[in-house]
């Protein structure tokens, strides 16, 4: 039996998205096969038709899958009303000048967080955990665990209970650990993300909230372990909360007036 149309659309949509993750090199059909949990020859086959219709692109050389130029065109149509992006350009870039770490700004969509900017500081040593277009779920790396704590109790109860991040992210990840960190989140005011992910690359983030006040948003800057020191660390997250604050209040004085 074919897929459903509900089906069909949730199989391209993962597929879109692993790419999205991985589009500044492009990737094979097996890491997309692989990222998505299809079958290759199904993978293919999505791939295949949604190429004829510009959606994705393919280099003739390597092979690798890259997305299309149609699906630019419609970004840029769609940019006019969800892109928020060059509201918050001047706040990644302050927070990169002034302390020399990278800063990023990364968006929730639906479980997980989108990075959308990254500008690196003057500091010669970089983390490359996060890049423009990486996704993470809720509760992984400092953005993702800075968005779910502001969220209800209730909606944090429901989303722990039905994700298991342990298998892909350690034991650091269960739902304990992760509670517990909401808990000195939300007392801090920002998320501090200690060398969780890659050891060593250190994260720490703020939430950008939407005119209704739900969390939508995050400014991050990352580094590696000996520039976040607890000494420091105050420091960094008044400047994160200080941006994010007055974010806030430029994309809901802008929400107000459309």
Request: glycine share 8%; charged share 25%.
């Amino acid at each position: 039996m074919s897929d459903g149309p509900n089906a069909l659309v949730s199989k391209i949509g993962a597929v879109l998205r692993a790419l999205s993750a991985k589009n500044a090199a492009g990737a094979t059909t097996t890491d997309l096969a692989r990222d998505t949990g299809l079958p290759r020859p199904t993978a293919h086959r999505l791939l295949s038709s949604l190429a004829e219709e510009g959606f994705v692109d393919r280099d003739p050389r390597t092979g690798n899958w890259f997305l299309g130029p149609e699906l630019y065109l419609l970004g840029q149509t769609a940019g006019t009303r969800y892109d928020v992006t060059h509201h918050a350009r001047d706040s990644v870039h302050r927070l990169a000048a002034k302390t020399g770490e990278s800063a990023f700004f990364s968006a929730l969509r639906g479980e997980e967080t989108v990075c959308l900017l990254r500008e690196d500081g003057d500091f010669p040593i970089r983390s490359f955990v996060l890049y423009e277009g990486a996704r993470f779920p809720l509760g992984v790396v400092s953005a993702g665990l800075v968005l779910l704590a502001f969220h209800d109790d209730t909606d944090i109860d429901a989303y722990l209970d039905r994700t298991d991040l342990t298998a892909l992210w350690g034991p650091d990840h269960s739902p304990e650990a992760i509670r517990d960190r909401i808990a000195r989140t939300r007392h801090r005011g920002y998320a501090l993300n200690p060398g969780l992910v890659v050891e060593g690359s250190w994260g720490m983030a703020a939430a950008v909230f939407d005119h209704t006040g739900k969390p939508a948003w995050a400014l991050t800057l990352t580094g590696i372990e000996s520039r976040f020191k607890p000494t420091r660390q105050p420091e960094l997250g008044a400047l994160l909360l200080h941006e994010a604050h007055a974010l806030t209040r430029q994309l809901t004085t802008t929400a107000r007036t459309r």
